[in-house]
């Protein structure tokens, strides 16, 4: 599983089967609504399984077919246990189904397609690491990323009008995303696109009308009134009479 993202790209029988799979493969993701990105992912399946091998029979443990599928995982398919390859695709695009709609990523549910997918929730979850599974799944979920994330396979994809990013998200985190109009290129500016109204002309007719009022104070001849006053009091009175500042008793 080490070499496996990269033997396929120098390997013609390997190039041969993923270009026969992939209208199958592409009629199944449209049968049950799955992304364009969930292409590579069900590639890097099939890929580790079987290397793309519809024939392929892992002999005394019972799974059989393209994407080694078990008796026990055919049942809860409702699907026949044979190495039909139409019949395996369908179970492996019910899967992914089912998966994306709990709010799994891809990259977790290809990896579950090793552990369950019970297990590779609470890895989504943060509960868990792969190699708190196996080191198997640790070492799948590395095989799987090689695969989905190398040039090979994109420019493989590309070449035929399948595009895709490698970087995939949870339907739930995607949806939070667009709400908030965030996107790999960052989140978007609120303001760039307000459309706030002119008040040029009202400002300037309100600074016209706006105008500085003084006020007028009658002097103080504080000896006439004879009245008795702190210095204090005395203070008061003539910071505000000669507009130094405002009385502050």
Do not use: C
């Not at 055919?74 to 992914?96: E, R, S």
């Not at 307000?194 to 105008?211: C, H, I, R, V």
């Amino acid at each position: 599983m080490a070499d496996f993202a990269g033997d396929w790209a120098s390997n013609p029988q390997y190039q041969q089967r993923i270009q026969q799979l992939l209208p199958q493969i592409r009629q199944v993701q449209q049968r049950y609504g799955l992304p364009d990105s969930a292409i590579p992912y069900i590639l890097a399946n099939a890929g580790i399984e079987s290397r793309w091998n519809v024939n392929s029979r892992a002999g005394s443990t019972n799974d059989v077919g393209l994407l080694q599928i078990t008796p026990i995982l055919a049942k809860d398919y409702n699907a026949p246990h044979t190495n039909d390859v139409n019949t395996q695709l369908d179970v492996i695009g019910q899967y992914y189904d089912r998966g994306l709609k709990r709010g799994l990523n891809l990259d977790t549910l290809a990896t579950g397609w090793n552990t369950g997918m019970g297990r590779a929730a609470q890895v989504d979850q943060g509960k868990r690491t792969w190699e708190s599974i196996t080191p198997m799944a640790a070492r799948y979920n590395r095989a799987v990323n090689n695969f989905v994330n190398s040039n090979s396979t994109k420019q493989l994809l590309n070449n035929l009008g399948i595009n895709y990013t490698s970087t995939q998200r949870s339907p739930a985190v995607s949806k939070t995303m667009q709400q908030f109009g965030i996107n790999d290129a960052g989140p978007r500016d609120p303001m760039a696109s307000a459309n706030f109204p002119d008040l040029s002309e009202g400002l300037t007719g309100l600074s016209q009308e706006m105008k500085p009022v003084t006020q007028q104070r009658a002097p103080v001849d504080i000896a006439a009134q004879n009245i008795p006053m702190t210095d204090l009091q005395l203070d008061g009175i003539l910071h505000t009479d000669l507009g130094l500042g405002e009385r502050l008793f």
